[in-house]
């Protein structure tokens, strides 16, 4: 490109052209079988939540699914569930504090700026028309990337510690098994009579 556009070789702007397109569809199937995997997560520990404190859930468990889906709705819904599936999910869910809110409202914050990155990286990729711009447009998606790896990590630390959480807080509402009580024999004498 410094030589000016005659020195562009377009086979290869062609060549990586189509690399970006290809990475963009393995990308779109990952996401694709992440995001189910994760809903179907958000669901469950949402119904386990409902076990463990009821009255501190303000939707019912078909949000943890639906909410993913509305537009607009979706990026203060699903945040919503979690807060409160974190508060069931604790020792104390009626304390005044939730544990790893912090986490939950780092992951939140960049999950959203990560969207907003990619739609408006998307758009400067798609209106790219020489080969500056579509490099420049690269370097943005590939930047995209490094906040969709963040957020990523920051949803498996949160999927962790709600796991363990609601996880730790099942064992502790177990209770040894109790012997079982002693029958009489058939035809024996019953005993207090």
Same mark, same amino acid.
């Given at each position: 490109m410094s030589g000016g556009p005659g020195d562009v070789d377009m086979a290869a702007v062609d060549r990586a052209d189509t690399a970006i397109a290809s990475t963009s569809v393995l990308y779109l199937l990952g996401l694709l079988g992440t995001a189910t995997l994760f809903i179907i997560w958000f669901h469950r520990v949402r119904h386990n939540a409902e076990? $463990?404190?009821?009255?501190?859930?303000? /939707?019912?468990?078909?949000?943890?699914?639906?909410?993913?889906?509305? %537009? $607009?709705?979706?990026?203060?819904?699903? /945040?919503?569930?979690?807060?409160?599936?974190?508060?069931?999910?604790? %020792?104390?869910?009626?304390?005044?504090e939730v544990r790893h809110r912090g986490l939950l409202n780092a992951w939140w914050g960049v999950w959203i700026a990560s969207n907003i990155f990619d739609r408006f990286t998307t758009a400067q990729y798609d209106s790219a028309d020489d080969p500056q711009a579509v490099h420049d447009a690269a370097g943005w998606l590939m930047t995209g990337s490094v906040l969709d790896i963040v957020a990523a990590v920051l949803a498996l630390l949160l999927v962790r510690r709600l796991t363990a959480a609601q996880n730790d807080k099942a064992m502790a509402g177990r209770h040894p098994l109790q012997p079982a009580p002693q029958h009489p024999a058939a035809g024996g004498p019953v005993p207090g009579v």
């Open positions: 076990v $463990f404190a009821p009255d501190t859930q303000r /939707r019912t468990p078909g949000w943890a699914i639906g909410g993913w889906f509305i %537009p $607009f709705g979706n990026l203060w819904i699903p /945040r919503g569930i979690a807060q409160d599936v974190l508060r069931a999910s604790q %020792p104390d869910p009626y304390a005044s």
